[in-house]
């Protein structure tokens, strides 16, 4: 079943919602609206009176922050695991930041795993986190996520077709103006002016104010610019890099004046692109949502309720003690998908045994079959044949057990007896290579390549205290043509 979702944008002047449900075919836009924070009270007040307008109870919240309550550092890390990153950071930023590293609730990005990792870490204080949480949840409003105002419109923005690998992102808000600069399609600054817009156009509520004279109008995109252009030559001067962004996209109220596009690509130096998120090919609304839709101070709620709250590119400052409780898992709807998912895999795990069951069966029978056949012909004269394994181990145990014998040997000193015993005396960690073992009556001659003539000494000590040899010399050790090896001799006396 569809899941509704709602996008709360929250800014210091306004809180926009945008709901939409998920479908095979894409998303559905079902409602939208925008209400003006005004006075202490005013987010409680806005939020009540945002659902007493319609009804946007959902089955998921996400919401974001104004990015003027976010600190932003620039860091290089020398890991490229996040983990390692994640348990470093809070000691990285603790030295600039103002306030204890505990009072904070910090998560970062990673923009280039290179040698040396770049990432962008986020900071805000645990105060203000549990005091917009305590305004939400007081409306029955538990938000899997938190995230930063702008953040996941860029997000969405780069996962559009068009979008350049380096661009410039401008909202231009009624009384703060928010930048985030994205490199290599990941998000490296975010910076907030307080920098109010003129009175461009109609207000969240529909009211309209004066508009600007073009005089007043290029003087604020001027000044705006100028100021835009200093954070991005300060962030490529921290780096040691050229910055330039290749397009600029643009939103907020400043958009509602009808030459910011021209005035952006003058002042800038750089193609400006006011943005409509509602036109991507896998979103829709109804008449009665599109009547009342302005892109400009919407969008930002929709890319937030767009945004994957397990996956999503972005932040999200629901962690540590902030971190989402989740709904009894006995009463959650995945619960139900997930036995669905439960039982496939169950009966694919059964057919997968009752496969591996048949091959494994016809390969011991194909082995038996083997066995037989090489026992077959290694004792031709066994004629009746039970247990060929078994049968081959009695075979063996009487050929052990017979007397292989030489001049010199008997029942209690074999051949085999001495060759067991040279080799367990000669560790395994040594570098030899026996060629040639000569056995009579009175000696073992044993000839070979090692590496160094300390390993000869070696040799020569292990087999020393054999019960078998009654003395151990080293009859030759030289150099071979190589010079690399050495090519010994060694005499073992025996014991008669």
């Known amino acids: 079943m569809p899941e509704k979702i709602l996008g709360l944008d929250i800014s210091d002047d306004a809180i926009t919602a945008v709901q ?39 089955d998921v919240y996400l919401a974001s922050i104004p990015s003027e309550h976010v600190s932003y550092r620039n860091l290089r890390m020398p890991f490229k695991d996040a983990k390692k990153i994640r348990q470093t950071l809070p000691f990285e930023v603790e030295t600039m930041v103002p306030f204890p590293i505990d009072d904070l609730v910090i998560d970062f990005t990673i923009n280039d795993r290179s040698d040396r990792s770049e990432i962008l870490a986020v900071s805000a204080r645990k105060e203000l986190i549990s005091e917009y949480l305590a305004h939400l949840q007081s409306h029955s409003i538990n ?59 109609s207000t969240a509520n529909g009211d309209h104010a004066e508009t600007p004279t073009r005089e007043q109008a290029e003087s604020w ?66 008449e009665s949502v599109a009547r009342v839709w302005n892109p400009v101070l919407m969008d930002n709620a929709l890319a937030l309720s767009l945004r994957n709250g397990k996956q999503g590119q972005g932040f999200n400052f629901r962690k540590d003690e902030f971190e989402i409780k989740k709904r009894g898992f006995w009463l959650q709807k995945e619960f139900r998908r997930a036995m669905i998912f439960l039982g496939v895999i169950l009966c694919l795990l059964i057919v997968d045994m009752g496969v591996d069951y048949y091959f494994l069966k016809e390969r011991y029978r194909m082995l038996d079959q083997r066995v037989t056949e090489v026992f077959s012909r290694t004792f031709p004269d066994v004629k009746r044949i039970v247990d060929p394994l078994q049968q081959m181990r009695v075979k063996v145990n009487e050929v052990k057990t017979s007397a292989i014998s030489i001049p010199g040997t008997n029942s209690s ?84």
Do not use: W
């Open 221 to 286: 995109f001027e000044s705006f610019c100028t100021m835009v252009e200093n954070t991005i030559h300060s962030i490529g001067c921290q780096s040691n890099r050229e910055v330039r962004p290749e397009t600029v996209f643009f939103t907020g109220v400043g958009a509602l004046y009808a030459d910011t596009a021209d005035l952006l690509t003058r002042f800038l130096g750089i193609p400006a692109q006011e943005i409509d998120l509602s036109k991507g090919r896998k979103i829709n609304m109804g």
């Open 413 to 496: 000193n074999k051949v085999l007896d001495l060759l067991k015993d040279i080799s367990d005396r000669i560790s395994k960690s040594l570098d030899v290579h026996v060629s040639r073992m000569v056995i009579d009556q009175e000696t073992v001659r044993v000839s070979g390549k090692t590496d160094t003539f300390n390993t000869v000494d070696n040799i020569k000590s292990g087999l020393e205290p054999s019960k078998y040899f009654s003395g151990v010399t080293i009859s030759s050790a030289n150099l071979d043509r190589t010079g690399k090896r050495v090519q010994f001799e060694i005499k073992l006396q025996r014991k008669q």
């Open 20 to 58: 939409v449900e998920g479908g095979l075919k894409g998303y559905q836009v079902l409602a939208c609206a925008r209400i003006r924070i005004e006075g202490d009270d005013g987010l409680d007040d806005a939020l009540m009176e945002l659902f007493e307008q319609q009804d946007l109870r959902s």
């Open 143 to 201: 938000p899997e996520v938190l995230d930063i105002r702008c953040v996941p419109t860029v997000s969405l923005l780069l996962k559009q077709e068009g979008t350049p690998d380096n661009g410039l992102f401008l909202e231009m808000g009624e009384r703060r103006s928010t930048m985030v600069l994205f490199l290599k399609r990941r998000v490296a600054l975010i910076r907030s002016f307080s920098f109010n817009a003129p009175a461009f156009g």
